[in-house]
């Protein structure tokens, strides 16, 4: 199966996004790494390499997975309807900020 | 020979589709069919990767028309689309996305189908007529190609609609969270509409919310046709739930009381289908209050020794489960699990023998072995992952996990990936799953 996880138009519509801290970054890698088995300890995550095809390698049972870390963390319910969506998954750094911008807990 | 329509509607202004919200008629679609049919390259064998599922039923549609047979492979790596080029060179691959990357020869969905104004008439194909290759992985290396003719295809599923009791006249709404390429996805929402009388819905939402949504905005009767992957995840996403009119789920069987959770959430009945792309859908079962399943009517079950068959009904000849059943009486069975050697993550099929062949294939790989993945690691979805442990000096996990992908569907890419100096095979060379595990417990 092929995803373009994409998310919504508000958020293209928003103040440019706080950066996210280091401390949120180094929480969702941990996160990730215990929810999906990764093989990479959170700290050797690049911030900055793709989260899936040839980076961290995930696929659309882990993006599923992470949908519900996000909705369950963070009080975020990530929408297809936007080409957002492709920024988001581009890399951890990527994801904490949009994190930042949108969480509601 | 026997002719059997391409399709049940029984008027031109009958839905066939929904698409973006608005209605696509009988008649629209069989104009898209014949147009598409024109223009379509004379290849007889088509690789058809719509991700819409109205395109994908146009374009199915069309190649029947057409004499052409779509394939339906497992997985679309790049050494698996090799394969199907081997298989038949003249594959053309059908795509709504001009950036995807299939190396075939391509054909991209025309945006303009003419809508002419062709006289309503339902074609009807015969019986006969080869629809369908689906491909299992097999277990040396090769895809395994099953035949489906197009009247035992259309049989199978109207025999569902009767079980759903979908075929009551009135237009139910078919919304998939499953590809039209997945022989579930293909049956339930695709050949099911066509052959039932009923609804497609284009969108695949892939989100929760997305899935919430999709469900809010059907019309009714609606049914949400999905599988225990994605209905976990809707019920732990914390998302308003709208009242469904039916849920189907395949793929892997839910327990009883996930199975009551799931229809009290959306207010209604859930049938589960027993099938596999050999056999096609043969049962189901109302899984909050049975555990037997029901076989379609006219398909019975025969053992041997090691393997129960079904036969009768839609199949052409006896066709091995792979599952390890046991047949009650009044065409009912329980299940108890898979074979050994069968592998299903989050609905994707292979083969632990097939799995193994690829990892030994791979330069540099000395000796290399799948295992079942701890059950204790699966995430809120309910997906356990396959570990590996692997021989290769020469080669680093990264490289190792990248040739996988070249050849293996991500589903099952093994975490962890165990580099090891010697499998533990035991003195008739064997390997115990116990002790491969014990690997892996030791390696955390």
């Given at each position: 199966m092929k995803i373009q996880p994409i998310t919504d138009k508000a958020s293209l519509k928003?103040?440019?996004?706080p950066l996210a801290d280091a401390g949120l970054q180094r929480e969702i890698a941990a996160l990730f790494v215990q929810a999906l088995?990764?093989?990479?300890a959170a700290e050797d995550?690049?911030?900055?390499?793709?989260?899936?095809?040839?980076?961290?390698?995930?696929d659309s049972i882990d993006i599923l997975e992470i949908a519900l870390i996000l909705s369950k963390q963070y009080g975020i319910q990530l929408r297809a309807?936007?080409?957002d969506n492709r920024h988001i998954f581009g890399s951890l750094g990527q994801l904490a900020q949009y994190i930042a911008a949108q969480r509601t807990k | 020979m026997a002719a059997v329509p391409l399709?049940?509607?029984?008027?031109?202004?009958?839905?066939?589709a929904w698409r973006g919200g608005f209605a696509v008629t009988a008649h629209e679609f069989l104009c898209d069919v014949r147009s598409l049919a024109l223009r379509?390259?004379?290849?007889?064998?088509v690789l058809n990767v719509c991700a819409d599922r109205y395109r994908f039923a146009v374009g199915f549609a069309a190649c029947l028309l057409g004499e052409r047979s779509t394939l339906l492979p497992s997985t679309h790596t790049p050494g698996v689309v090799r394969q199907l080029a081997a298989f038949a060179p003249d594959t053309l691959c059908l795509t709504d996305d001009p950036r995807q990357d299939i190396d075939l020869p391509q054909f991209l969905y025309p945006d303009d189908l003419a809508a002419a104004a062709a006289p309503w008439r339902v074609p009807t194909i015969d019986a006969?007529?080869?629809a369908a290759i689906v491909f299992t992985s097999g277990t040396t290396g090769t895809p395994l190609p099953h035949r489906k003719t197009w009247g035992r295809l259309a049989a199978c599923v109207r025999d569902e609609a009767k079980r759903l009791k979908i075929d009551d006249g009135r237009s139910h709404a078919l919304l998939g969270?499953?590809?039209?390429?997945?022989m579930y996805g293909f049956e339930s929402t695709v050949l099911l509409a066509l052959q039932s009388g009923n609804a497609l819905i284009a969108e695949r939402p892939f989100y929760p919310a997305d899935v919430a949504a999709a469900i809010a905005a059907a019309p009714r009767p609606r049914v949400l046709v999905s599988t225990p992957v994605h209905l976990r995840a809707l019920l732990a996403a914390g998302v308003e739930l709208a009242a469904a009119d039916l849920v189907v789920s395949a793929t892997a069987p839910l327990g009883a009381d996930l199975a009551a959770k799931i229809e009290r959430r959306f207010d209604t009945a859930l049938i589960e289908i027993y099938g596999s792309t050999e056999t096609g859908q043969i049962a189901s079962r109302r899984t909050a209050e049975v555990n037997a399943w029901r076989l379609w009517p006219g398909v019975h079950l025969s053992r041997s020794a090691d393997c129960t068959f079904a036969l009768g009904g839609h199949l052409e000849q006896r066709t091995a489960l792979c599952d390890v059943v046991e047949p009650l009486i009044n065409g009912e069975f329980l299940l108890h699990g898979r074979t050994a050697d069968l592998v299903n993550i989050a609905g994707k099929r292979s083969s632990f023998a097939y799995l193994d062949h690829q990892l030994n294939a791979i330069?540099?790989?000395v000796d290399g072995a799948f295992f079942p993945g701890d059950p204790?690691?699966?995430g809120t979805t309910g997906v356990t992952r396959l570990a590996a442990a692997v021989v290769a000096p020469t080669l680093n996990a990264a490289e190792l996990l990248a040739q996988l992908r070249e050849r293996v569907?991500?589903?099952?890419?093994?975490?962890?990936l165990l580099l090891v100096e010697?499998?533990?095979?035991?003195a008739t060379g064997k390997l115990p799953y116990r002790e491969l595990r014990l690997l892996a417990a030791k390696s955390k």
């Open positions: 928003q103040e440019p996004a088995n990764l093989e990479v995550i690049d911030p900055q390499a793709p989260l899936y095809g040839d980076g961290l390698g995930l309807n936007s080409e | 399709l049940t509607h029984s008027s031109p202004a009958a839905v066939l379509l390259p004379p290849a007889r064998h006969d007529r080869l969270t499953v590809p039209p390429q997945h330069p540099g790989v204790r690691g699966a569907d991500p589903a099952f890419l093994p975490r962890p010697r499998l533990p095979r035991n």
